[in-house]
């Protein structure tokens, strides 16, 4: 009876609504004069319904179909905008008086342009795509802001909670949505692009675009329907009316993850397991007296709309949409029209989620009571160049100095550039660089670790290397599925010992005055140690401290000359704003690699042999293994792995019985080919004479090809963790204690959920979790897994328990679904077992792996006299210095003059290169 009732009152509003004028009135006034102010525009947010005051500042807004409860707005342009709630009943009428308050500044067209930089421009593609529409939307091409410039961006860093980018906007936006066939006036009130979640609020006013002929008419209609269906105002209506089923709504409550279960990407097998079908009637709607109605809402709803075909990216056996909607609150409100007033009580994900201003229709809009054939509302080709762009990687490298001699060492350092920031951890942790000589002969490559998104490292120059102009090539195996112009080039002059450069005049770089570098200097005595003491700072134009990353480097002026041509952060940044070629189709042929990267072919020796084989593979003498399965045609493809130098792999697929079955054969790594133009100065030589030149010889010189194998063992790994950088997570003995009497697998399980640790791979299988108990890698019987394994173990009896998953590369290709460290009070668990590696049956090839790290020794060693180098000081990459930057630098006997060169980026994203003259 309930029901009925409610339904009559909702159809009895909208009878009313219609029969019935509304009147709104009032004045608006200037807070600094308390004259009128003619010609303000006054509207009702998010709705074509507006008007403007009169020549002495009074409006009137009279209508038979206006909301209960809206928030009307006053703008005028040179004033702060001003909103009142306003609630107005059947007949009603109502005064509302504006007071606004002028600016105090406002910037011309002109001034706000002049002030745009390529961080900017950056900022503002990441806030079109947040704001406008996604970019697979077709739409996106038919919506544009106008007037872009007055938007500005800033990132900040709040004192509790992850860093953010803000926008704000000194003047409305406005936007143009041909689709639609709106003008779109939006009052931005607030915008956050976080890592992995943006927010943005605002004012809208819409009026209507006059259709150029019928044709434009029918593909607006037909856009603006496409709209409507299956939105989030078009899912409330349903609701309001009990109408869900009708309009093509399926709703389901979620249920809490289970430790003991995996989900799947099946809904068939996900229905009456993580989600249960929630019957319309089940949703309570209680009318409130201002007219509107409260809905009281489960925790998340998952919504399908089954009125339209889609691909379906989280559900393998489905082809409509789905989307979540969440209410904090446990209830929100809406209109009569299905319109939430306060939209931060709806939280919206998936599809539901997906449209921006431009799929935005005002609340207003009258959708018909039937609909015609929706138009597409995804690019496919679009979808497509999106993803591969995304996942866009580049390196940047710099050197200790900008040329060099034979037998030198070459100290480089860098970051990388990503086309999405936010994927950073996701793509490649390993860096292959290649010298080549001028014929563009390679002379030697090797592998380096990206850690966090940086690079350091270096290599030595051998003493017979010949004086020509070589160059660095460096680039990951993933970029090799893009341009071949996506590869890190940097010219790098050799002369002979004996031979000096002419100095070269350094162009300044104009920052706009948007960034101004200072250093300052003072020499001191220490012992026998005479030590620059060094200070940097980066200040805004308001005097303020510039967090930056960068490199730094100190030579003797008198020994290294500059040059003032060649590759810097500045230009290299320009690749940022570069799109794909035009036509350009990504083909992952190579995939990522979180480590060193090993492949192979299993073939068949008998004809029972299986199609798709798991393959061994065993590094040295265990010093790390795992297990991978090859695809159909014997092709497998591991990585992971973490180690220097060379050492054996060993290879075999095993029966169950652990006999090796079929042949393997390795594949050895190839560099891609070089075609083209490679980089090169221009330098003039002259002969040194009137003084001696001192070289960067810094230890033994070692042949690439001599590396020894590491002989770290896994066993290791517990007692001294803390070597391989911080868990991601760690539980003490004191955390423990607040879970007594439970297994390790049910603490573990609270922290991440269905259990699964969720390292980042491309296309492999996880596998389980690697386990070290009380220092020993703990070896799972057949079918175990690390839930039965964590079983075992009480939080009474375990003194500590550390969690890897991002960090868990440091343990190799064992690590790859991550590590779980556990230390028991007893230590009962250490193992005795002194057993070496059978590799009896196994193929063992020698493989390289990442190249040794050699330290710039900033601080030379106390026990040797200081000797002369061109090099003082070298830092290849700092993390992010926020305030100045303080160092020291040893001075040999004579040095009079150092250069400094500092290279790096703002943490606003701005690139910059400065060099200091600094006269001792």
């Not at 093509?248 to 989900?263: A, H, I, S, V």
């Not at 497509?384 to 995304?390: A, F, G, R, T």
């Not at 590869?487 to 706009?512: C, H, S, T, W």
């Not at 330290?855 to 200081?866: E, G, H, M, R, T």
């Amino acid at each position: 009876m309930f029901q009925k009732t409610l339904s009559f009152c909702i159809f009895l509003c909208f009878i009313l609504g219609a029969s019935f004028s509304q009147t709104i009135k009032g004045s608006v006034k200037d807070s600094a004069t308390g004259k009128r102010i003619p010609f303000t525009n006054v509207f009702i947010n998010n709705t074509t319904i507006g008007t403007t005051t009169d020549e002495n500042g009074y409006f009137i807004l009279s209508r038979p179909d206006l909301p209960s409860t809206f928030s009307l707005v006053a703008s005028f342009v040179g004033y702060s905008t001003a909103t009142k709630k306003v609630s107005i009943g059947i007949s009603e009428t109502k005064q509302v008086d504006f007071i606004l308050t002028p600016l105090e500044s406002v910037l011309s067209e002109v001034e706000l342009k002049s002030r745009r930089d390529k961080p900017w421009e950056r900022n503002l593609k990441r806030f079109e795509n947040v704001f406008l529409a996604l970019p697979d939307d077709p739409v996106a091409n038919e919506v544009e802001i106008t007037n872009p410039w007055v938007l500005d961006f800033q990132k900040v860093k709040p004192e509790k909670g992850p860093n953010y980018i803000q926008a704000t906007a000194q003047e409305p936006l406005i936007l143009e949505n041909e689709a639609l066939g709106y003008k779109v006036t939006y009052y931005l009130q607030d915008y956050k692009f976080y890592k992995n979640k943006s927010s943005y609020y605002g004012l809208a006013f819409f009026e209507d675009k006059i259709p150029v002929d019928s044709t434009e008419a029918a593909e607006i209609l037909l856009n603006k329907q496409t709209s409507y269906q299956g939105s989030v105002k078009h899912l409330m209506k349903s609701i309001l009316l009990q109408e869900v089923s009708e309009q093509g709504f399926d709703l389901y409550k979620t249920l809490p993850e289970q430790m003991n279960r995996r989900r799947t990407n099946t809904y068939t097998v996900e229905l009456g397991e993580s989600i249960i079908s929630i019957q319309q009637d089940s949703i309570r709607r209680i009318p409130l007296r201002n007219g509107n109605f409260r809905i009281i809402w489960p925790d998340r709803v998952e919504v399908h709309f089954l009125r339209k075909n889609w691909r379906n990216e989280y559900y393998v056996d489905i082809y409509h949409p789905v989307g979540w909607v969440s209410a904090p609150l446990g209830y929100f409100d809406i209109d009569r029209n299905g319109v939430p007033i306060d939209p931060t009580q709806v939280v919206l994900s998936g599809y539901i989620g997906r449209p921006r201003m431009g799929r935005s229709l005002p609340h207003d809009y009258v959708p018909p009571t039937t609909f015609e054939n929706l138009v597409a509302e995804v690019d496919l080709e679009e979808i497509n160049k999106n993803k591969w762009e995304n996942k866009r990687e580049r390196p940047f490298l710099t050197t200790n100095k900008p040329y060099y001699y034979p037998g030198e060492r070459v100290w480089f350092g860098g970051t990388m550039l990503y086309k999405n920031q936010f994927y950073r951890d996701t793509l490649s942790q390993v860096l292959h660089v290649e010298l080549r000589d001028e014929r563009t002969q390679l002379i030697f490559t090797n592998r380096y670790r990206i850690e966090s998104g940086n690079i350091a490292g270096s290599f030595d120059l051998p003493d017979s290397l010949p004086q020509g102009d070589y160059f660095i090539r460096a680039y990951t195996d993933w970029m090799r599925n893009y341009p071949k112009g996506d590869m890190f080039m940097r010219a790098l002059p050799v002369l002979a010992k004996g031979l000096n450069v002419e100095n070269q005049q350094i162009p300044e770089v104009d920052y706009a005055g948007d960034l101004i570098f200072d250093i300052s200097h003072s020499v001191i005595l220490e012992g026998s140690d005479r030590k620059a003491l060094i200070n940097l700072t980066i200040k805004d134009a308001l005097d303020e401290l510039v967090p930056a990353q960068f490199s730094l480097s100190v030579t003797n002026s008198d020994l290294v000359a500059q040059i003032a041509v060649q590759e810097t952060i500045i230009s290299s940044y320009d690749w940022l704003d570069e799109p794909l070629m035009e036509g350009f189709t990504v083909s992952p042929t190579f995939g990522i690699e979180y480590g060193i990267t090993v492949e192979g072919k299993f073939e068949k020796t008998k004809k029972r042999d299986p199609d798709i084989n798991p393959i061994t593979i065993v590094r040295g003498d265990l010093e790390d293994y795992g297990v991978v399965k090859t695809d159909s045609s014997g092709y497998f493809r591991a990585s992971g792995l973490n180690f220097v130098g060379w050492d054996t792999l060993a290879f075999a697929a095993l029966d169950q019985k652990q006999r090796p079955y079929g042949m393997i054969t390795y594949t050895p790594r190839t560099s891609p080919e070089f075609n083209g133009t490679f980089p090169k100065n221009q330098y003039q030589k002259y002969e040194v004479i009137e003084y001696s030149l001192a070289y960067d010889n810094f230890g033994d010189y070692i042949l690439l090809e001599e590396f020894v194998a590491e002989d770290t063992k896994i066993e290791s790994l517990a007692e001294n963790y803390y070597g391989y950088g911080a868990p991601d997570r760690e539980f003490t003995s004191s955390e423990l204690e607040n879970w007594p009497g439970n297994t390790v697998a049910s603490v573990i399980g609270m922290k991440f959920g269905n259990g699964r640790l969720g390292n980042f791979n491309y296309g492999l299988n996880d596998g389980e979790p690697l386990l070290i108990i009380d220092g020993s890698r703990y070896l799972y019987n057949e079918g175990e897994t690390a839930n039965d394994v964590l079983q075992n173990y009480l939080t009474d009896e375990v003194k500590s328990i550390a969690v890897y998953t991002l960090n868990s590369n440091v343990f190799g290709l064992a690590g790859f679904a991550g590590v779980i460290m556990i230390e028991t009070k007893r230590g009962e668990r250490k193992t005795k077992d002194k057993r070496r590696f059978n590799d009896f049956g196994f193929a063992k090839y020698p493989v390289i792996g990442f190249a040794e790290t050699n330290p710039f020794p900033n601080i030379p060693d106390q026990n040797q006299p200081l000797g002369q180098s061109a090099t003082l000081y070298w830092t290849p990459w700092t993390s992010e210095v926020e305030r100045s930057y303080d160092f020291e630098v040893f001075l040999p006997k004579g040095v009079k003059n150092i250069t400094v060169k500092m290279e790096g980026v703002t943490g606003e994203g701005i690139p910059f290169w400065k060099i200091f003259q600094l006269e001792l």
